[in-house]
């Protein structure tokens, strides 16, 4: 993606930052939309359909987070929430909503461009050499189509998780420290907390395990990472 020619649709009923960061990306050449409520940002995301969605949490008529997992169930839009709430507990509804970063107000506009290239140099397309669906027993991972199924029903994961299943289901035995995890799925130096990777660890084990809390496909190395170990079929 040429991220100076990425589309982002900026989202916060505060017209003084609004219109503060439209300005900013329009002078950084993205093309950039705005929208101040739920309604009309849910709006603009079916006709504009950007690259990535500024959000700020607290809206006069929606949940940021509940926005996100919408705008997230039908595409693989990159989501970055702003937003007042800075507290760990507050970041997690974020992340486990499917957002990919998170940005405190108030903030430096340095800061949000770098957010926002960091994000945009992400990939969630596949090579060639990557399309091949992983089959391991009764779990199947289709990097096309961004699917995960067991025994042929559809598992819903948020963008982020898929992309850190797929990575660890496609280097199978690998042990992976939490900081390598962020700088492979993540893609870039991720300046917040790494135990943002325990929180979608567990919330795909939650999805894909039989027991969550004796989980047999992505395994815990103690003081070290992770690592996805199960025999595959066929690979």
Not at 15 to 35: C, D, G, H, T
Not at 73 to 86: A, C, K
Not at 197 to 225: C, M, N, Y
Request: one cysteine or more; hydrophobic letters at 40%.
């Amino acid at each position: 993606m040429q991220t100076a020619s990425a589309k982002i649709l900026v989202v916060d009923d505060d017209p003084a930052i609004r219109n503060l960061i439209f300005r900013f990306l329009n002078q950084k050449k993205y093309q950039v939309e705005a929208a101040e409520t739920g309604e009309s940002a849910l709006r603009m995301f079916e006709q504009f359909n950007p690259d990535l969605v500024i959000l700020d949490v607290n809206l006069p008529d929606a949940l940021g987070y509940n926005l996100c997992e919408e705008m997230q169930s039908t595409t693989d839009v990159f989501i970055l929430m702003l937003t007042s709430r800075g507290d760990a507990a507050d970041k997690k509804e974020g992340f486990l909503k499917g957002a990919d970063d998170y940005l405190t107000k108030p903030f430096d506009l340095q800061e949000l461009e770098y957010r926002v290239k960091a994000i945009l140099k992400r990939q969630r397309t596949v090579t060639s050499s990557e399309k091949q669906p992983l089959t391991f027993k009764n779990l199947v991972i289709d990097p096309v189509r961004r699917e995960v199924k067991i025994k042929e029903c559809l598992i819903a994961l948020t963008a982020l998780e898929f992309d850190l299943l797929h990575f660890l289901a496609t280097r199978p035995g690998r042990v992976w420290r939490r900081e390598e995890l962020i700088q492979n799925v993540w893609d870039y130096e991720y300046v917040g907390d790494q135990r943002v990777v325990d929180v979608h660890i567990g919330q795909i084990r939650k999805k894909i395990e039989l027991d969550a809390s004796e989980p047999s496909l992505i395994q815990t190395v103690r003081g070290v990472g992770y690592k996805f170990e199960v025999a595959a079929e066929n690979n």
